[in-house]
């Protein structure tokens, strides 16, 4: 059974940095794309970053290029998401998914981000 | 691509048959998913590439539609399909969800 378990959430200020990351396991994790969706409290989804099978390929939303990096360790089946700059906008629960092919498969938990000071 | 969901809400009854529509600002083929969204759950795939099934999804989820105009239809709503939801394309980057749709009972 798939399944994708995120970590490193949490309540950070303006400015300030945060990784999160994501566990992967039930499926062959190198041959799957990756992707981070986040959810604003009580707004819908919005698709952050994604990440090819080797990671040699990466694309950004806009409003997270240059401040935001994904990044994949194949060996160890994690996803990350490095987190800098951080605005009161970036507040959201961020979801680790696969991402074959541009659709999202299969989802965690999630977990929430808090930018506030 | 901005992707447009209506209505944003539906009120119907336990029973009927419903279709709900998803508009692209432009032509985006069948590169669209939909997603159901249930209250404090992550979402899950319905119907990936406008029409293809999901394994493990009830049949009674459909989809339909090409170039702009998308349709999610669902079969006598279920009690368990009162929820939310999305549609997404993977035309071209970046990828974007419409804003939603609200399935309620009257």
């Known amino acids: 059974e798939v399944e994708l378990v995120e970590s490193g959430g949490g309540l950070v200020q303006p400015g300030r940095s945060m990784k999160l990351s994501c566990a992967a396991s039930?499926?062959?994790?190198?041959?799957?794309?990756m992707a981070w969706v986040r959810q604003a409290p009580t707004k819908g989804l919005e698709w952050v970053a994604s990440?090819?099978?080797?990671?040699?390929?990466?694309f950004y939303r806009d409003s997270v290029e240059g401040r935001f990096t994904i990044s994949r360790d194949n060996a160890k089946s994690t996803l990350c998401l490095q987190m800098d700059s951080l605005r009161s906008e970036d507040t959201a629960t961020y979801y680790c998914?696969?991402?074959?092919?541009?659709?999202?498969?299969?989802w965690g938990q999630g977990t929430l981000v808090t930018v506030s000071s | 691509i901005m992707l447009t969901q209506s209505p944003a809400t539906l009120s119907v009854n336990q029973g009927e048959s419903i279709s709900l529509s998803c508009r692209a600002s432009?032509?985006?083929?069948?590169?669209l998913h939909w997603y159901q969204q249930k209250p404090n759950e992550s979402p899950r795939v319905l119907i990936r590439?406008?029409?293809h099934s999901i394994s493990g999804i009830p049949s009674r989820f459909s989809g339909s539609g090409s170039g702009t105009d998308f349709t999610l239809n669902i079969n006598r709503v279920e009690p368990e399909d009162f929820s939310l939801y999305y549609c997404?394309?993977?035309?071209?980057?970046?990828?974007?969800f419409g804003s939603g749709t609200k399935l309620e009972i009257k």
């Open positions: 998914t696969t991402n074959n092919y541009g659709w999202f498969a299969h």
């Open positions: 039930g499926f062959t994790f190198s041959n799957y794309g």
């Open positions: 990440i090819s099978t080797s990671g040699d390929n990466t």
């Open positions: 432009q032509s985006i083929s069948t590169n």
């Open positions: 590439y406008t029409s």
């Open positions: 997404q394309q993977s035309n071209s980057w970046p990828f974007t």
